[in-house]
């Protein structure tokens, strides 16, 4: 039996209970019914029993009275199967149901899903009710829904209270869990009506009842859940009628109230929709705890001001203080959100900052370095991501071969490209020599029999796993999964890419030998309309294949020397008949 302290015994049996006008509130969410069973008496007239599912009224109504009225003549004409009709006692609209043709009336069982408020002075106690009306019986005709509660919460300043049904030992022991002072990153207090497995489940939508207790609560008036929380960007506005997130989204304003009322109002929404949703509290950009905007976020006046007014992502702030806290530099906001949007996206630049601060490398020095190589390159379509790419793989490689990286010249080489190339060839050809098993072959050896150029694309042999995995991102496909027998040889992975663009993702090619067992470009070629390399690229690939099967034979400057295509009978004959 579950073991309770005073004040939880107390907070239970003062719980607020169900009034007449919450059951009238939750009976008007079902669809209303008129049933009616005809009766005859020893005589032979009868009448109508009549049920009323919306009032609960039940009356009998003979076929002859002593005084007929124009309503009893039009409501004994109009009693026709699931005909529309209004309620004579209530006025509620009604389907009008035959008890004859509707026997046992399975179909017009019906379940709802429903949290119910109630406001009081020390906190806001919200009910999580299952509510079905299933008809079965006379008696349930004009019942109003059976309710069983799934979970009850009580939000309070600073502290919420759920008291779980679904897993406690039954219905008078729920299993009780609290959220107090802070969230963490596991959600203690849950949104009601789990359904599914253990492993696999999820909340159901549900139906709030008593919104207007919420202006009661002198706490909880200001929430801004319907009036603005609705309608940010994305929301339901004021079309939803069922939701899943409100307990979620009281949780968090209890703890925070002063917090997440300023972020809504402001509509900055971000850091309140990955607390609610993912409890991810953005440590490292803000701090929940301060009540200051100002000291939560980190930034003076004018910067608030600024930054709220423009709502960049929450990595803008995570870059800044990162900058301040490695390397004592405060960066202006605005070069902050530059700095996060360069990289493209498949890079992150936290990513880049952790390969900065991981090599001891300065920020500044490393963004001119980089535009450097765009000025004397002049490369068009490559990001500051595919560049901070290659040259992490050139410093990884660098220092993996014991090179001296005091020079300057070596830290920032001018030719990256050359650089990078020169690097890995010498890493691969060192780890292809410490291999045991005999399967790969040299990496330059590879290299020389694969790599190719003709009519204006170019065949890459890459050197290193990250350059597959690196493909495999950006052409969002599978490669990266044949980088490790890549390297040992088993396979070879080639990519395939414009010779005045070689650094841009194109097609990714399979080779087993000399036989081509796969070529994909973006998402495998399984978007509608997706060219098909293999026959776009037909020709160049069978001059490919051709050169690969004559031992891929190069002239002295190093370009491939093509072989000859073998005449067919018919063109000989051809040409000798001419002659």
């Known amino acids: 039996m579950a073991r309770y302290t005073d004040r939880e015994r107390e907070i239970l049996n003062g719980w607020p209970t169900i009034t007449g006008q919450d059951l009238e509130r939750m009976n008007d969410l079902f669809p209303h019914y008129l049933f009616f069973r005809r009766e005859e ?250 009540t200051d905007p100002r000291k939560s976020f980190g930034l003076n006046r004018r910067e608030l001001s600024w930054f709220l007014a423009a709502q960049p992502p929450m990595e803008v702030l995570e870059v800044r203080n990162y900058v301040l806290r490695h390397w004592g530099k405060r960066w202006d906001i605005s070069f902050c959100v530059d700095f996060t949007q360069i990289w493209g996206c498949d890079t992150s630049p936290m990513e880049v900052l952790r390969f900065l601060k991981r090599f001891r ?40 071969l014991g090179w001296c990286m005091e020079h300057s010249k070596m830290l920032w080489p001018e030719a990256l490209f050359t650089a990078h190339a020169a690097a890995l060839e010498k890493l691969a050809i060192r780890q292809a020599k410490s291999l045991k098993n005999g399967i790969a072959a040299s990496a330059k050896e590879r290299r020389d029999k694969y790599e190719f150029e003709l009519d204006g694309l170019r065949i890459l042999f890459p050197m290193t796993a990250g350059a597959i995995k690196r493909e495999g991102r950006a052409l969002d496909h599978c490669v990266a999964g044949y980088a490790e027998r890549h390297m040992k040889g088993v396979l070879t992975i080639l990519f395939l890419r414009y010779s005045d663009r070689p650094g841009v993702p194109y097609v990714t090619i399979e080779m087993d030998g000399n036989q081509l067992r796969q070529i994909h470009g973006f998402h495998n070629d399984t978007r509608p309309g997706s060219p098909q390399p293999r026959v776009v690229h037909k020709k160049f690939l069978d001059t490919w294949l051709r050169w690969l099967r004559a031992g891929s034979p190069r002239n002295e400057d190093g370009t491939p020397k093509l072989p000859k295509r073998k005449r067919s009978s018919g063109t000989e004959k051809q040409k000798d008949g001419a002659a």
């Open 361 to 400: 490398l300065e920020p500044e020095r490393f963004l001119r370095y980089l535009g450097g190589i765009f000025d004397r390159e002049r490369i068009e379509m490559v990001t500051y991501g595919f560049l901070h790419g290659i040259y992490r793989d050139y410093l990884e490689a660098a220092y993996a």
């Open 41 to 290: 008496d020893l005589m032979g007239l009868g009448g109508v029993r009549l049920y009323a599912s919306c009032c609960g009224h039940t009356e009998y109504r003979p076929y002859l009275t002593r005084t007929e009225t124009p309503e009893h003549r039009e409501l004994l004409c109009r009693l026709e199967h699931k005909a529309e009709w209004t309620c004579p006692w209530c006025g509620r609209k009604v389907t009008v149901i035959d008890l004859a043709k509707a026997r046992k009336r399975k179909t017009l069982i019906h379940r709802e899903l429903v949290l119910l408020l109630h406001a009081r002075e020390d906190a806001l106690y919200a009910d999580a009710l299952v509510l079905i009306k299933d008809y079965g019986d006379e008696a349930a005709l004009t019942e109003k829904p059976y309710a069983w509660c799934s979970s009850g919460y009580r939000f309070a300043p600073g502290e919420v209270m759920q008291a779980d049904h679904q897993c406690g030992w039954d219905d008078e022991h729920p299993c009780i869990t609290y959220e107090r002072d802070r969230l963490g990153r596991r959600k203690l207090v849950q949104e009601p009506f789990k359904s599914g497995s253990i492993s696999f489940y999820h909340h159901e939508s549900y139906i709030i009842l008593n919104r207007e207790e919420l202006d009661k609560h002198p706490l909880f008036q200001y929430c801004g859940y319907f009036n603005l929380w609705q309608y940010r960007p994305g929301g339901a506005r004021s079309y939803a009628f069922r939701f899943d997130d409100f307990v979620s989204y009281l949780t968090a304003y209890s703890i925070y109230p002063r917090q997440v009322e300023m972020l809504v109002k402001v509509g900055y929404v971000q850091p309140v929709s990955d607390l609610i949703y993912s409890r991810k509290r953005n440590a490292a950009a803000m701090c929940w705890e301060e």
